[in-house]
Every structure is written in structure tokens, then in C-alpha cells.
């Protein structure tokens, strides 16, 4: 298995130049800590359901500006995972290790960690009862359990088959399967053939992600000297390719610029591992479509455990059962003392690690506040960001709120529609320091 390193950049000068300014930015963060804020003494007691990026992050800052609180997060899962870094695993570039660490890294002294999954979520009672049967009260709960992908939607597919012998991947689905599927593309891209990709109808976390990979196969195909006996699908689940529309014009240029076939309205029913064979739902009925790499990304809702509680939305995304939040304050429409911060959040974006950033200090300031006598004023606009990889060593830094505004955070340094290195380096360089400051609380 070879990294690519044949990558045209420009200048060292201006990498350097770069990343200096990355290094600064993360510092400025780190000497900025919750801790410098006000501290507020309490006796609260709060539960955080979920460890991974919002559960963490948000521990960390509340045991900063919090003196007395009773913090229990609940999470079985021991291991953490990197997730924007599994694109990069399934594309080569890293090894599985790389979105590997402990949730024990992260979580600070001072939180209670109960190692169990939550099994029931009493929002009347005020009460979480755990997979071992622990009854945790609650005078606060904030829900960061993240999404769950639902395989099982998709008749036929199984996790434990993909990699090159059935010509399947599933680079969602964690950092070993993002490892086996970069094992089935690269075989795939050695010979060339047809090269499927999809998207789930269901809301996602990182929607740019199908279309991420299916240039990175591209881009692998053209690299081989594979792409002029090789086509490739694009099965649109809609209309558009990308919910925003001045990136999805973006998208659609690329699409045809790399001679990718687009369809739309195709919603993934089943797959035949054995027939390479993938069966979608569109206006004019069941279609099938033959394949010699397929990457499978499934359905996605929330947590069942959630569902169950009475927190979705009840006229809203009813099959996936995401948490009825305002959507600039993410307090529970019903619930006040209920809190949402991640994938799990009912609102029309910001399901990507990167929103998680700006989901932390409107959770804190509004809960903090409420604790000191006063009002939170912080509001989420919607920001949500995607660094959308069109090949290896060039990306676009797309950044945008509810209203599909552009929100570049590098005016005039990183054009958002132009595919650049910078752009690529946030992604394979400063994302994840950024991503590991904010699990301390530090951006």
C-alpha cells in the first residue's frame, strides 16, 4: 500500500506561510480557555448522554465554569473515533490508528464517567436509567449520543463482507471498515470497471462525504491509468447533489468536468453482495444497477433509546427521530432543561464535527447563565462546514448557516469554491488539531 506523495502544491513558502497561520489560530485557542470566563458555584446536577466530540467538549468547558456541579456523562463505548478522518483512512492517506484514541483521553477529572449505555430517557421524571440499571437524576441533561447507521435498512448488505473480494465499502461505518474499504478501492482502481456511489435519503452526518470519495476514486482511477476504460455512478437520492445550491452548481461542474454519471432520485434498497448488484427505488420504479466497487452509506436516525424518550420531533423527520431543539439556542422546544449538541439535533444543518464547535459555547452560555440568575443570549446560526476533497492534495472549504450563506472563516485566504491545497491542509493537517483542542475545550 502506497501514499500518494506525487501531490503538485504551491510554494513551501506559502504551505509554511499556512500553516504558521493554522499554528497561530490553534494557539489563540488553546490560551483561551473556558477556565478564563466566570466560574458560577452550584449544585446541579447534570447528565451528558454521549462521550464522542460533543460530550467530551462539553464536559471539559462546564467543569471549567461550573464549581459544585454533579457532571455524569454516560457512554459503554470506550474507544473514541476521529470520524473526519475516516475519508482520509479509506482513501490511503492514513492508517486506521489515526481516528483512534480513548474516550479516558478526553473526559476530564471531575466528570463521573458511567461506562453504560443509557437504556431509558425520562424526560417527565427527570431521570436516565442505564444498560446496568442505574438511576441517574437530573436537574440538567444535555443529548450528544450522536446518530446510529442503520444497515439493516439496506436488505443484503453485510458489514462483515465488504473489502476486495465482494467489491464493497462502508467507510462510515468505523475505522477498521474505513480501512477495508480503501483495500477494496484500491484494488478496484488497479483494474478499473464501474464504480458505484449513493447517499441515504435520511438526514447525515457529513453529506459532502459520498461526494468526497467518489473523487477520490476518480482521482485514484486517473492516477493508475485505469479512468479511460472506467465509469463511474453518482446515485443522487434527490434532485440536488448538495443541499446548498451555489455549491451544488460547484458540485455539477466537477461532476461533468470528470465525466461522472449522475443520477437522481435513487434511494438504495438492497444490495447483492454475490451479483455486485445494487437495487434502488426511483419515480419509475425499482432500478438495478451492476457495479465493481460500491460504497455503501445507509439510512441514518437517531439512537432508538432516543426515540423512545419523547424528545423527537413529532410532526418532523418522524423516521429518524431527531430531538425537538430551537434552532438557535438548541434547548428542547418542551423540555427546558433538556439541551441537544451534535448529530442528534433536530435542525435543518449542522450535523459535522465542525458544527459541533459552534454548538458548544450557545449549550454553555445558555445552561451557565440560567445557573447565575440570568439569560443566555448565544445563538447557532446553522454553520456547518465541509472540507470537500475534489482529488487528492486539492479541496474546497465550504462553510455555510441556515440561510445557505457562504461563512468562510479565511476571507481572502481560502476561497470556498476554489480547489486549493489550503484547503486540502485544513483537512489533512489543521482539522484535526482543531477537532483535538476542542475536545479539551479549547476552541
Known amino acids: 500500500m502506497t501514499r500518494l506523495t506525487d501531490i503538485s502544491l504551491a510554494g513551501a513558502a506559502s504551505r509554511r506561510g499556512f500553516l504558521g497561520l493554522a499554528a497561530g489560530g490553534l494557539a489563540f485557542a488553546a490560551a483561551t480557555p473556558a477556565a478564563q470566563a466566570e466560574r458560577v458555584r452550584t449544585r446541579a446536577k447534570i447528565v451528558i ?5 460533543g460530550g467530551a467538549s462539553i464536559a471539559n468547558r462546564l467543569v471549567e465554569r461550573l464549581d459544585g456541579a454533579e457532571i455524569t456523562v454516560v457512554d459503554g463505548k470506550t474507544e473514541h473515533w476521529y470520524q473526519p478522518g475516516f475519508t482520509l483512512i479509506a482513501a490511503g492517506l492514513r492508517p486506521g490508528s489515526y481516528a483512534k484514541s480513548q474516550n479516558s ?3 476530564p477529572s471531575g466528570v463521573t464517567w458511567v461506562q453504560e449505555h443509557a437504556a431509558e430517557i425520562d424526560p417527565e421524571a427527570q431521570r436516565v436509567t442505564t444498560t446496568g440499571g442505574q438511576r441517574l437524576d437530573y436537574d440538567y441533561l444535555i443529548v450528544s449520543t450522536g446518530l446510529v447507521l442503520d444497515w439493516d435498512a439496506v436488505e443484503g448488505f453485510d458489514l462483515d463482507r465488504i473489502g476486495p473480494e465482494t467489491g464493497t465499502g462502508a467507510h462510515y461505518a468505523s475505522p477498521e471498515h474505513a480501512v477495508k474499504t480503501w483495500q477494496a478501492m484500491d484494488a478496484f482502481t488497479d483494474r478499473g470497471g464501474h464504480a458505484l456511489f449513493s447517499r441515504p435519503a435520511t438526514e447525515m452526518k457529513c453529506a459532502g462525504a459520498p461526494i468526497k470519495y467518489c473523487f477520490l476514486t476518480d482521482d485514484y482511477l486517473r492516477r493508475k491509468g485505469t479512468r479511460e476504460g472506467s465509469h463511474i455512478t453518482y446515485a443522487a437520492h434527490s434532485g440536488i447533489l448538495f443541499g446548498v445550491p451555489v455549491i451544488n452548481e460547484k458540485v455539477v461542474i466537477i461532476m461533468r468536468r470528470q465525466d461522472i454519471e449522475v443520477c437522481h432520485h435513487h434511494v438504495l434498497q438492497s444490495v447483492d453482495m454475490d451479483r455486485k448488484l445494487a437495487t434502488f427505488n426511483t419515480q419509475d420504479g425499482p432500478t438495478d444497477i451492476e457495479y465493481d466497487f460500491f460504497n455503501v452509506i445507509p439510512p441514518q436516525r437517531a439512537p432508538q433509546v432516543v426515540r423512545d424518550s419523547g424528545l423527537s420531533w413529532a ?18 422546544a418542551r423540555y427546558p432543561n433538556v439541551f441537544g449538541i451534535g448529530d442528534i439535533n433536530g435542525v435543518p444543518k449542522g450535523k459535522t464535527a465542525a458544527s459541533v464547535k459552534w454548538h458548544l459555547p450557545v449549550v454553555e452560555d445558555h445552561l451557565v447563565s440560567e445557573l447565575a440568575g440570568r439569560e443566555g443570549t448565544a445563538i447557532y446560526n446553522g454553520y456547518t462546514s465541509c472540507p470537500l476533497i475534489t482529488r487528492v492534495g486539492r479541496a474546497m472549504l465550504v462553510e455555510f448557516d441556515y440561510q445557505d450563506n457562504l461563512t468562510p472563516s479565511f476571507p481572502g485566504i481560502v476561497a470556498p469554491l476554489e480547489e486549493l491545497w489550503i484547503s486540502w491542509l485544513m483537512k489533512e493537517v489543521a482539522l484535526k488539531a482543531t477537532y483535538n483542542a476542542m475536545l479539551r475545550g479549547r476552541a
Open 315 to 332: 410532526d418532523r423527520w418522524t423516521d429518524q427521530g431527531w430531538i425537538e431543539v430551537d434552532m438557535g439556542t438548541l434547548r428542547h
Open 105 to 107: 483521553d478526553w473526559l
Open 49 to 53: 448522554l454521549g462521550a464522542g466530540a
